[in-house]
Every structure is written in C-alpha cells, then in structure tokens.
Nanobody, 127 residues
Framework: QVQMVESGGGLVEAGGSLRLSCTASGLTALDYVMRWFRQAPGKEREGVAC????????SYADSVKGRFTISRDNAENTLYLQMNSLQPEDTAMYYCAADPFLGAFSAEYCAGSFAYWGRGTQVTVSS
C-alpha cells in the first residue's frame, strides 16, 4: 500500500521560499502521476503542480507557474515542491497525492482522481 508523508511547511515572510517534501513508500506500479494540491480555509482544493514519477514531465497551475518547481528523487522515493517568491495568497494546507497509470504520460492524468494522499503540511505566508 502506498503511503505518503509531507514535511517542510512552516511560516515564512512574503517573498521568501520553502521546500516541501513528500516521502512515498510502497511504490510498486510502473509509473505514477504525482501532484501537489493546496487548500486554504473556505476555498476549494487547487492542484498546483503535477509530475510523472518515471519521466519527470511536469505541469503547473497558472497561479504558481514561474515560482514553484516540482521535482522528484526516485532513489529516495521523495517528491519535492520548491516554492519561491511566496505570497500571502499561497497560505494553505499542502498535500501530495499519487495515482498509478500505464503507458505514456499525459497531462490529462493530472486532472483525474488520486488514490493515495498524504495528511498535509501547513504553509503560512505573512505579509
């Protein structure tokens, strides 16, 4: 069974940076689509970045493009989200999620449902 544990959240001033980590265990499928989501109080959950575990092909929401970078270390079974130029509107609980797939990676997978989720790590950006 896949388990995912996020870490790296915290309090940072506007303009600062954080790097979130998501350690995954139990990865046995040929490939996974992995995504970082965030949810602020009273707002809908938003997918911010997505990556193919095998190929590293990534995509981003417009709200974070150019500021956030998703990456993975296959050897360490760890997913990362480097967040730069953070703004108060980035304040949210951040979650990592994974879902297995077969064949060539498609950005459509990023919009699908995810079977495995972490419990989240809080990011707070002060103005």
């Amino acid at each position: 069974q896949v388990q995912m544990v996020e870490s790296g959240g915290g309090l940072v001033e506007a303009g600062g940076s954080l790097r979130l980590s998501c350690t995954a265990s139990g990865l046995t499928a040929l490939d996974y689509v992995m995504r970082w989501f965030r949810q602020a109080p009273g707002k809908e959950r938003e997918g911010v970045a997505c990556i193919s575990w095998k190929s590293g092909i990534a995509s981003y929401a417009d709200s974070v493009k150019g500021r956030f970078t998703i990456s993975r270390d296959n050897a360490e079974n760890t997913l990362y989200l480097q967040m730069n130029s953070l703004q108060p509107e980035d304040t949210a609980m951040y979650y990592c999620a994974a879902d297995p797939f077969l064949g060539a990676f498609s950005a459509e997978y990023c919009a699908g449902s995810f079977a495995y989720w972490g419990r989240g790590t809080q990011v707070t950006v002060s103005s």
